[in-house]
C-alpha cells in the first residue's frame, strides 16, 4: 500500500508544498506555449501531407478541433503572463494540465492510428515519427510538472508500443521497442531534474529566510547602535553622528544655523533612591514620551 501510494504521487500535483506549486507555475508557464505551438505546427504538417488520401474528417475535422483545444490553452497560457495566482488557483491550472494532458494524448495517438493505414511507405513513416518526435517535445516541455509528464507518457506510448507490435512488422516492432526505451530514459531524467527543482526552490526558500532573519538582526542591530533601548529616543552616538553632520553642512555652505538645547530632569537621582530603578526607569520612558510630543 505504501509503494502504490508512493507510485501514485507520481501523477499528482504536489499541494502540500505551497512554495514548490508556485515556482513550477512560473516555470511551466513559461514551457507550455512552445508545448501547445509544436503540437499545432507538427499536426498540421501530417494534416498536409495526408490531406488527399486520408478522408476529410481524418485530415481536417479532427485535427482542427484537437487544434483548436491546443490554441485556446496556448492563449490563455500567455495571457497568464506577469500574474500573480494564488497557490489554490496555481494549484488547479496545474492539475487541470495534468488531465488535460491525458485528454490530449489520447485523442492525438488515437487520430494517430486512424490515420496510419492511409498513404504510402513515407505517408506512414510520417505518421510514427510525427507521434514519436511530438511525444518526446511533449515530455520535455512538461519537465517542470512532473505529473503531467508521467501520464503523458503513460497514455501514448502503452498504446504506442501495442499498436505497432500488432502490425506483423519487425522493424515496426523494433520502432516501438526503441520508442518505448527512448522513453523511459526520458522519465528517469524527468525525475531526476523534478527532484533537483523542488530541492533548489526549497534551497532558496530557506536563503530569503535567511536574509530575512539577517536583515531584521541588522535593522535591529543598528537601532540598538543609534537609539535608547529604554526610551527609544536617538542615543549619545546619534546625537554625536547628527551634530557633527550638520556642522560639516553648517561649514560648507550647505546648511543652516542650528540651535542645541540642553534639557535635564532635576532630582531624579532622588527619585531613584528613594523609589527604585523601576520607578526611576517609568519616569524616564514618560519624559521622553512628553518631549516626543
Known amino acids: 500500500m505504501k509503494h502504490l501510494k508512493s507510485l501514485s504521487r507520481l501523477f499528482q500535483v504536489d499541494r502540500d508544498n505551497p512554495t514548490l506549486v508556485l515556482a513550477q507555475l512560473r516555470a511551466f508557464s513559461k514551457q507550455i506555449p512552445l508545448l501547445y505551438a509544436i503540437l499545432i505546427a507538427n499536426t498540421a504538417f501530417v494534416s498536409l501531407t495526408h490531406f488527399k488520401v486520408a478522408p476529410f474528417y481524418l485530415t481536417v475535422l479532427l485535427p482542427g478541433f484537437f487544434c483548436c483545444i491546443a490554441a485556446i490553452r496556448l492563449y490563455g497560457w500567455w495571457q497568464m503572463r506577469g500574474s500573480n495566482p494564488t497557490v489554490e488557483q496555481a494549484a488547479r491550472r496545474l492539475t487541470s494540465t495534468v488531465f488535460l494532458a491525458a485528454g490530449l494524448g489520447i485523442g492525438f495517438s488515437v487520430w494517430g492510428f486512424a490515420l496510419f493505414p492511409y ?19 511533449c515530455v520535455f516541455s512538461l519537465m517542470n510538472l512532473r505529473a503531467a509528464a508521467y501520464v503523458l507518457s503513460c497514455v501514448v506510448i502503452v498504446p504506442f508500443l501495442i499498436f505497432f507490435s500488432m502490425q506483423g512488422h519487425m522493424v515496426l516492432t523494433a520502432i516501438a521497442a526503441n520508442m518505448a526505451l527512448v522513453t523511459a530514459v526520458m522519465l528517469f531524467i524527468l525525475t531526476t531534474h523534478s527532484r533537483d527543482f523542488a530541492l533548489m526552490v526549497m534551497q532558496r526558500e530557506h536563503l530569503e529566510k535567511v536574509n530575512r532573519e539577517t536583515q531584521r538582526l541588522s535593522d535591529d542591530n543598528r537601532k540598538l547602535a543609534h537609539h535608547d533601548s529604554l526610551t527609544g529616543l536617538p542615543n549619545r552616538r546619534s546625537f554625536i553622528a547628527q551634530a557633527e553632520a550638520r556642522v560639516a553642512e553648517f561649514n560648507a555652505g550647505t546648511g543652516r544655523g542650528f540651535a542645541l538645547g540642553i534639557i535635564d530632569l532635576d532630582g531624579f537621582k532622588a527619585v531613584n533612591d528613594l523609589y527604585g530603578h523601576a520607578t526611576g526607569d517609568a519616569l524616564l520612558i514618560e519624559a521622553s514620551r512628553r518631549m516626543r510630543d
Open 119 to 137: 498513404g504510402d511507405v513515407y505517408a506512414r513513416s510520417h505518421v510514427i515519427f510525427y507521434m514519436a518526435l511530438t511525444m518526446i517535445a
